[in-house]
């Protein structure tokens, strides 16, 4: 059950779209559409953006999408706005039955 | 309003147990698959656990198998994490979390500090 891989950090200017990478194995994200990602604001708990790859919940921007290619997941923010600094995680379902997130993201808006 | 409230974190001793609890309101709770997560301090999020909506299937990290037990009463809407044999590896804040097809965690409850010390 190793973690899934994702850059400790990405930034980007106000208005720009930034791209977190989210990589694992077949045995996990590209084995199954069960990637998942969220986003989580300094003592706040973790909030649900994307969900099955490429799902938006309801209430959640459209400028938050997601994708996959492979073993690699993404997640895109597009016009990259203040409210968006935060850390974020993927995770994805696994062969063994069980679940398994990426370390993390910290995103800085320049 | 879907609401999940997490008690029982505490101070324990290495070696020791706890049971944390969450109480689920605001949805059909036994329809939905529940899951533990937990984050260590500065650090990034550990899927811990997850149980069925009837409680008849059951899942664990690596790292707390044989030591940790989920369970659900749907009669009271409730979610258990029966913790054993914790280790000072084991400090966290431990969230609750409910579940959805495809996806561990859909809504998550605020978290219960669990502090594992001498």
């Known amino acids: 059950q190793s973690a899934l891989t994702q850059p400790a950090s990405v930034s980007g200017s106000p208005g720009q779209s930034i791209t977190i990478s989210c990589t694992g194995t077949?045995?996990?994200?590209?084995?199954?559409?069960?990637v998942s990602w969220y986003q989580q604001h300094p003592g706040r708990a973790p909030k649900l953006m994307i969900y099955?790859?490429?799902n938006r919940p309801s209430g959640v921007s459209s400028r938050f999408s997601g994708s996959k290619s492979g073993n690699t997941a993404s997640l895109t923010i597009s016009g990259l706005q203040a409210e968006d600094e935060a850390d974020y995680y993927c995770n994805s379902y696994t062969s063994a039955s069980t679940w398994v997130f990426g370390g993390g993201t910290k995103v800085t808006v320049l | 309003e879907v609401q999940l409230s997490e008690s029982g974190g505490g101070l324990v001793q290495p070696g020791g147990s706890l049971r944390l609890s969450c109480a689920a309101s605001?949805?059909?709770?036994?329809?939905?698959?529940m899951s533990w997560v937990r984050q260590t301090p500065g650090k990034g999020l550990e899927w811990v656990s997850s149980v069925s909506g009837g409680g008849h299937a059951a899942y664990y990290a690596d790292s707390v198998k044989g030591r940790f037990t989920i369970s659900r009463d749907n009669s009271k809407n409730t979610l258990y994490l029966q913790m054993n044999s914790l280790s000072v590896d084991d400090t966290a804040l431990y969230y609750c979390g409910k579940g959805r097809f495809g996806v561990p965690v859909d809504v998550w409850g605020k978290g219960t500090t669990v502090t594992v010390s001498s």
């Open positions: 077949s045995s996990d994200v590209g084995g199954f559409n069960y």
């Open positions: 605001g949805f059909t709770f036994s329809s939905y698959a």
């Open positions: 099955e790859v490429s």
